[in-house]
């Protein structure tokens, strides 16, 4: 079972979320790299994780110097009163041949859809069922999260945040 349960965070649980949120935060913004959570097959997180994930990557967002620049930048630049905040995105990126099984792939994106409301709920967040991990570009990309099984070949604009059981 993961670290994290359905009970209220313990300090030790709340300490990670943050590390691992600033290790994606930096990964995405210092290294240009889309940060994938890699966990092995047997292992599944739970909606808990990622609400409490997607807040602590909301904060580190809208504290992070990268973000400020760039909103300096887009507030000097844009007269528009577009909302110009980044997005927080999972890409729930499944194999192949688990993708194209019809019957995992209807159960990923019931998964997806429901674990997106639950997010959408108290974060903004999205998950999406993907066949690859998005290389998200320009001033105000998205951050994009990417997860996967360890049997996955990631591609190389990515960097590998392994979960263990």
Do not use: Y
């Amino acid at each position: 079972m993961p670290a994290f349960a359905e009970t209220s965070a313990s300090p030790t649980v709340t300490a990670d979320l943050r590390g691992l949120a600033e290790t994606i935060v930096r990964l995405s913004d210092e290294h240009g790299s889309t940060p994938v959570i890699v966990m092995p097959r047997h292992l599944s997180l739970r909606t808990p994780f990622f609400v409490e994930l997607a807040k602590e990557l909301g904060q580190r967002l809208s504290g992070s110097q990268a973000t400020e620049k760039l909103d300096n930048e887009a507030n000097a630049n844009d007269k528009s009163g577009v909302d110009l905040e980044r997005q927080i995105r999972f890409d729930w990126c499944l194999t192949p041949q688990r993708l194209f099984a019809s019957t995992r792939a209807k159960l990923a994106k019931f998964q997806s859809a429901r674990l997106t409301m639950h997010l959408a709920q108290s974060t903004g967040a999205t998950v999406e069922v993907t066949a690859s991990i998005a290389r998200p570009g320009g001033q105000r990309r998205d951050l994009v999260v990417g997860l996967c099984d360890d049997a996955l070949e990631l591609p190389p604009w990515t960097t590998a945040i392994r979960i263990h059981s």
